[in-house]
């Protein structure tokens, strides 16, 4: 098994590239090799071109799997779909994931089955809620977000409450790794020599440095999306249950510790409003994936669900 996951914002030629240079060969471990693309919607024009020819004719023995949110041409290009096979899946249930925690981490099951409710099935999310303070003391802020929309300035101040955690959140999961790969790198190109050559190799070592920070920037972008939308996805399971409860719908709530302030907001709005504001996170979500200035985005939204 071979895993792609895109560090960045995108999957870039060059990383793909490889990857059919690898599945050109034969399995050495057994009689398959699968090649795994994690987001493959992320694919660049040229890096889909790239594993385009690949696919057409694969090597005996290997097999692609590409993941991606659907099969809208937004997500994956007609050329290689019409060249897949389509598997879909099916979103586990929260019982499925709490039995993951409780198996594979040891997560007592009443924190694991409240972890899986609150992830909406994704078992990474649910692990990081069940062993991770920090984690739920930001899906926490980002549930107090709607007591906190009492008019215009506050819903500026929690825009920017809401995109400062974000950045904060991707600057501690990135730091740590960004200094190690720049230690490496001026390690392995001489840093501190002073022999002969020493300057001619520093001149040449300042293009891979330049790259590495390009590539590091992009990675650091990319998890700030990504904690930007994981908070969006908590919202929206709040005026999901909001919804629910507005509906009388015989659902189970997604943030079952917010199950009461849901129910008081069904009290205060219609079943249209909580609709609205649902689906004006969700317009956020698409929005900052069409490249719309975080920002931007959120506080338009934060405005949308004020109003209702």
Same mark, same amino acid.
């Given at each position: 098994m071979r895993f792609v996951v895109p560090e960045g914002l995108t999957v870039g !030629?060059?990383?793909m590239r490889s990857l059919v240079l690898r599945a050109a060969g034969k399995p050495t471990q057994g009689r398959w090799q699968v090649l795994l693309v994690e987001d493959a919607d992320r694919l660049t024009e040229a890096a889909g071109n790239a594993l385009l020819k690949a696919i057409e004719e694969p090597a005996p023995r290997t097999v692609f799997l590409l993941c991606t949110p659907s099969t809208h041409p937004d997500d994956i290009s007609v050329t290689i779909r019409s060249r897949c096979r389509t598997v879909t899946l099916r979103q586990p249930s929260a019982e499925a994931v709490a039995s993951v925690l409780v198996d594979r981490d040891g997560i007592p099951h009443e924190d694991a089955l409240w972890a899986a409710a609150a992830a909406q099935g994704h078992v990474g999310r649910a692990r990081r809620l069940a062993r991770d303070p920090q984690a739920r003391a930001r899906r926490d802020a980002v549930l107090a977000v709607p007591r906190r929309l009492t008019g215009i300035g506050a819903c500026f101040d929690a825009a920017s409450a809401l995109i %400062?955690?974000? %950045?904060?959140?991707a600057v501690a999961a990135v730091v740590e790794l960004d200094a190690? %790969?720049?230690? %490496? +790198?001026? =390690?392995? +190109?001489?840093?501190g020599g002073t022999g002969r050559g020493a300057a001619g190799a520093a001149r040449g070592a300042t293009a891979a440095l330049k790259d590495l920070e390009r590539r590091q920037k992009s990675r650091a972008t990319r998890a700030q999306r990504d904690a930007l939308d994981r908070a969006l996805v908590d919202l929206a399971g709040f005026y999901r249950d909001v919804l629910a409860k507005s509906l009388g719908a015989p659902v189970a709530p997604v943030? !079952?510790? *917010?199950?009461? =302030?849901? =129910?008081? *907001? *069904?009290?205060?709005w219609t079943a249209e409003s909580a609709l609205r504001r649902l689906s004006a996170v969700l317009a956020c979500r698409d929005a900052i994936e069409l490249n719309v200035k975080p920002r931007i985005a959120v506080e338009a939204?934060? +405005?949308a669900l004020w109003r209702g």
């Open positions: !030629v060059n990383e %400062e955690a974000a %950045e904060a959140e190690k %790969e720049k230690g %490496e +790198l001026s =390690t392995a +190109l001489g840093a943030h !079952v510790d *917010a199950a009461d =302030t849901a =129910t008081q *907001a *069904a009290g205060r939204m934060m +405005l």
